[in-house]
Nanobody, 126 residues
Framework: GMLVESGGGLVQPGDSLRLSCAVSGFTWHYYSIGWFRQAPGKEREGLSFLNSRDGNTHVADYVADSVKGRFTISRDDAKNTVYLQMNNLKPEDTAVYYC????????????????WGQGTQVTVSS
């Protein structure tokens, strides 16, 4: 399987971005996708998650406190793509953003995920 992120860039505080994670090659009937980020010198942080079971998608209630009310995960089944809509971006959101996949239920800890994309840089600066 493969995960490919896109959509990062340089934006100003208050702007919005939508990250995409193209998912391909997985044949699991029950799996989870998560968005994570890692800033220099910091631990990788889990942001938002969803799972898919027999074709039905469920978005987890859990959202990291740091992005609650600003970031939203969603999925386009037809495009096999998972999105992270990021609104009202702040300088502290600057990081490399990753999507990751695992078999089975959602986990919020990055160690639980086996498959990772290459990451996309988001920089928020005036």
């Amino acid at each position: 399987g493969m995960l490919v992120e896109s959509g990062g860039g340089l934006v100003q505080p208050g702007d919005s971005l939508r990250l995409s994670c193209a998912v391909s090659g997985f044949t699991w009937h029950y799996y989870s996708i998560g968005w994570f980020r890692q800033a220099p010198g910091k631990e990788r942080e889990g942001l938002s998650f969803l799972n898919s079971r027999d074709g039905n998608t469920h978005v987890a209630d859990y959202v990291a406190d740091s992005v609650k009310g600003r970031f939203t995960i969603s999925r386009d089944d037809a495009k096999n793509t998972v999105y992270l809509q990021m609104n009202n971006l702040k300088p502290e959101d600057t990081a490399v953003y990753y999507c990751a996949a695992k078999v089975g239920p959602i986990a919020t800890i990055h160690h639980s995920y086996n498959y990772w994309g290459q990451g996309t840089q988001v920089t928020v600066s005036s």
